[in-house]
């Protein structure tokens, strides 16, 4: 999903994401596969985060295929709130994203950096109900800032199956973004445990605003891979 929460995988274990991304504008369709994201836990509180993948890109009429290495994104979560203690829990989690190849940010199929990204994130729970806000601001080097939030939930439907729904939107005036045509984007998804060190995560959405840049069409499919003593098993 898109939205992120203040979880963090436990101290010492490793979360490793391969996946395959796809996002269309009326433009653009953009994949990347593999789509690389690695997850360390330093400590109960603290994720230490890299991310970075293959990219291909097509313009929607067709045409010849851009391909490149993404740009890398580093990030580090702090959870500073628990629930236990405080009812919420509550995160921040700073986003450095730096260029890999400058043929890629020529080519159109990666930013040029670097850029950051500084969101918070909350959640509480309610059973096997959870619900997930996050909201942050967007710092591009070549290109205009943008705010960024979703609201996120979610529901355990069996021991093994998590089912999430959420809605996403970028804008670069938060308050005014349905009026001024911001990227909203709706998003389902689910993520399903198959034994105590993999997880299958997929999600589909849409976007429901106009405008040639703004999202149509967005997936995710990926596996995970938990090494190290998993602390939410």
Do not use: C
Not at 39 to 50: A, H, P, S, T, V
Request: aromatic letters at 10%; charged letters at 20%; hydrophobic letters at 40%.
């Amino acid at each position: 999903m898109l939205t992120d929460d203040p979880g963090t995988p436990g101290s010492g274990v490793w979360e490793i994401n391969a996946a395959y991304l796809e996002q269309r504008t009326q433009q653009e369709r953009l994949r990347s596969f593999p789509h690389v994201d690695v997850n360390y836990g330093l400590g109960e509180r603290i994720q230490l985060k890299y991310e970075t993948g293959w990219a291909f890109a097509t313009s929607s009429e067709g045409g010849s295929v851009k391909s490149g290495l993404e740009d890398s994104l580093l990030g580090v979560k702090w959870r500073f709130l628990d629930q236990s203690r405080s009812g919420i829990d509550m995160s921040v989690y700073p986003q450095l994203q730096l260029e890999n190849s400058s043929y890629s940010v020529a080519q159109g199929i990666a930013l040029a950096g670097p850029n950051f990204f500084l969101p918070v994130e909350i959640e509480r729970d309610f059973g096997k109900i959870k619900v997930v806000g996050e909201v942050g601001y967007q710092y591009f080097h070549a290109e205009q800032n943008e705010w960024v939030a979703g609201l996120l939930g979610s529901v355990q439907a069996s021991d093994a199956l998590e089912l999430m729904a959420e809605v996403r939107l970028f804008s670069q005036n938060l308050s005014q973004s349905l009026v001024s045509r911001g990227d909203v984007i709706l998003n389902v998804g689910l993520r399903h445990t198959l034994g105590s060190r993999f997880r299958l995560l997929a999600s589909a959405g849409t976007g429901i605003s106009n405008g040639p840049q703004a999202t149509s069409f967005i997936a995710y499919l990926g596996f995970q891979v938990v090494l190290g003593e998993d602390k939410k098993q």
